[in-house]
């Protein structure tokens, strides 16, 4: 298992505003076009605080699949435009990594996961009440708008408690 060079940070909440899609594993090519269709329209977003920093937010609400917000960080100005839905996140506690372009998603996952596993402070968040199916249940990624989509570079932010 190759060493993560990550590290543990507290990050304010913030507001942001893109477009949800919601599916089977299986259907995960919606999803694809779903985040280039919001790239195509962040110049809706006329309040965006970093229009060259795509956000994905993945919760793991079904057994078969996911929620997934493709958006923007906006300030509280920004209007809701047309098709497209509001998300609020809360200050939390992260573990964040940057996945480097060459290398798989699913081994830098992987690493992560393990990390959670032999670290003894931590654990993944969750809300109370709410069934999760994935072992990283929240999964929060940053994509930078000039970014290879076949071997993409991003950083990953893996939302954390206290054990």
């Known amino acids: 298992m190759e060493k993560l060079d ?4 507290d990050l304010p909440g913030y ?3 893109g477009l949800k899609w919601e599916g089977a594993y299986s259907e995960v090519a919606g999803l694809k076009e779903m985040i280039q269709k919001m790239s195509n329209r962040v110049s809706e977003l006329e309040h ?6 795509q956000l994905g937010l993945s919760y793991h609400l079904r057994p078969d ?20 839905e509001e998300i ?9 990594v940057h ?6 998603i699913g081994h830098t996952y992987t690493a992560i996961y393990h990390w959670m ?4 402070e ?19 990624e940053r994509y930078p708008y000039k970014r290879d989509l076949k071997d993409p570079h991003f950083d990953i932010l893996i939302p954390l408690t206290k054990k």
């Open 6 to 9: 990550y590290k543990v940070t």
């Open 65 to 84: 699949g996911f929620l997934h917000y493709s958006v923007y960080e906006v300030s509280p100005e920004q209007e809701i435009p047309a098709g497209m």
């Open 15 to 17: 507001r942001a505003i």
């Open 99 to 104: 996945h480097p372009k060459g290398k798989d």
């Open 88 to 96: 609020n996140v809360s200050p939390m506690t992260y573990f964040c």
């Open 48 to 53: 965006a605080v970093n229009p060259q920093e």
């Open 122 to 140: 931590y654990t993944p968040f969750t809300e109370a009440g709410t069934k999760y199916y994935d072992d990283l249940p929240i999964k929060h």
């Open 117 to 120: 596993k032999e670290n003894g």
